[in-house]
């Protein structure tokens, strides 16, 4: 695991905020993260998605809010910010859209170390999410492409939607593919006895007569 302290403009909040975090990490339970460091340039999310650090740490008056903040956060890491009551709004409007965890400045070792457990918890919350969203959004495409299937099957061959889908069910089966990949391969199959559309007319192509049996010109 990495946390990396996120190096702005004042080296001092960076100094202290660093030694806080290097002490959380030197503890034994904490053995197995890294402690690197980061400036913040125009490249960090570049940076960011290359390394695929778990955590930034930062202190606020040292790296203030700005566009980047939504370009690192769009990498899938956590952000820890160590920041003032009066200073922390910037900040949190990012935290309602990312796994963004507020602390108070003067930073403590406990205090970061819960903020770093709180952010990746987050960010698997937000995996989680993610990940169901997608398998939903799937199951919706395959729910399309199995109707549309059906929909072929129960035109071309008169049979009920009922049968049509046991047919798909068997031919799966049958063969141990996804009942979707059968209903793809009737889509495709569909189209062999479509008239050729891709730039022709379904009109029989009309050849021009020879020019020799055309009328020569007029003199």
């Given at each position: ?34 402690v690197d460091y980061l400036r913040l340039t125009t490249g960090i999310a570049v940076t960011v ?171």
């Amino acid at each position: 695991m990495q946390a990396w302290l996120l190096q702005g403009v004042q080296e001092n909040d960076k100094d202290e905020l660093g030694g806080v975090l290097r002490q959380w990490s030197s503890r034994p339970e904490n053995r197995e993260w890294t402690v690197d460091y980061l400036r913040l340039t125009t490249g960090i999310a570049v940076t960011v998605q290359t390394r695929r650090p778990d955590v930034l740490v930062l202190a606020e008056p040292s790296c203030p809010a700005g566009s980047w903040v939504a370009e690192v956060m769009a990498q899938g890491v956590g952000l820890v910010v160590a920041t003032s009551l009066e200073r922390a709004e910037p900040y949190r409007s990012f935290a309602e859209l990312h796994a963004i965890q507020l602390i108070p400045l003067p930073a403590s070792v406990e205090g970061i170390g819960l903020a770093i457990l709180n952010v990746l918890s987050h960010l698997r919350r937000q995996q989680t999410g993610q990940t169901r969203i997608d398998q939903l959004q799937q199951r919706l495409n395959d729910r399309i492409v199995i109707e549309r299937a059906k929909g072929i099957l129960v035109d071309r061959l008169g049979i009920s939607e009922k049968e049509a889908y046991q047919r798909l069910r068997v031919l799966s089966r049958q063969q141990r593919r996804q009942i979707r990949d059968i209903a793809q391969f009737v889509l495709a199959a569909k189209s062999l006895f479509v008239p050729e559309t891709n730039g022709s007319s379904n009109t029989p192509h009309r050849e021009e007569p020879p020019a020799l049996d055309r009328p020569g010109p007029t003199l």
